[in-house]
Structures are given as structure tokens and as C-alpha cells.
């Protein structure tokens, strides 16, 4: 029997975090500004603000996933 640090518990959490990740990253991604055009797009609430928090959850939710341990739960209840 092998034994693996991270179960599929811990797989399925991972793949959810690095989602939530990516979708934060694309919120960031648009049209930049052209030389002698300015865009006033790059300075809205959901580039400059809802982006970078999607993306902060994205990176604790994958702190949480590795750190999840599903073993531990079944050690409470058999105690």
C-alpha cells in the first residue's frame, strides 16, 4: 500500500484553488492603452480591485488544500 501526502480529497481542492486563480487572473486581462490613446478601462473596480481578491482567494484556498487532511477527521471519530 502506498502512502501519498495528499489524498483525492486534497486533488479536487487543489484543482478548485488554481480555477479560482486563473478566473482572477483573467478578470486582471483587457485592452492596455496605445500610444496616444488613453484607455480609462485599465482603472476599473474589477481590474484594480475584485482581480487581486479573487486571485488572494484563490491562493489561500490552495494554502488550505494542502494542508487539508482528510485522515483527520476519521481519527476524531474513532476516538
Given at each position: 500500500?502506498?502512502?501519498?501526502?495528499?489524498?483525492?480529497?486534497?486533488?479536487?481542492?487543489?484543482?478548485?484553488?488554481?480555477?479560482?486563480?486563473?478566473?482572477?487572473?483573467?478578470?486582471?486581462?483587457?485592452?492596455?492603452?496605445?500610444?496616444?490613446?488613453f484607455?480609462?478601462?485599465?482603472?476599473?473596480?474589477?481590474?484594480?480591485?475584485?482581480?487581486?481578491?479573487?486571485?488572494?482567494?484563490?491562493?489561500?484556498?490552495?494554502?488550505?488544500?494542502?494542508?487539508?487532511?482528510?485522515?483527520?477527521?476519521?481519527?476524531?471519530?474513532?476516538?
Amino acid at each position: 500500500m502506498s502512502n501519498f501526502a495528499f489524498k483525492k480529497t486534497n486533488y479536487v481542492l487543489l484543482a478548485i484553488g488554481m480555477a479560482i486563480i486563473i478566473w482572477g487572473f483573467i478578470l486582471m486581462s483587457g485592452s492596455g492603452t496605445e500610444e496616444g490613446f488613453f484607455n480609462p478601462e485599465i482603472f476599473s473596480a474589477r481590474r484594480i480591485r475584485v482581480a487581486p481578491l479573487v486571485s488572494l482567494a484563490g491562493f489561500i484556498f490552495v494554502m488550505y488544500a494542502i494542508m487539508y487532511n482528510p485522515n483527520k477527521k476519521k481519527q476524531d471519530e474513532q476516538e
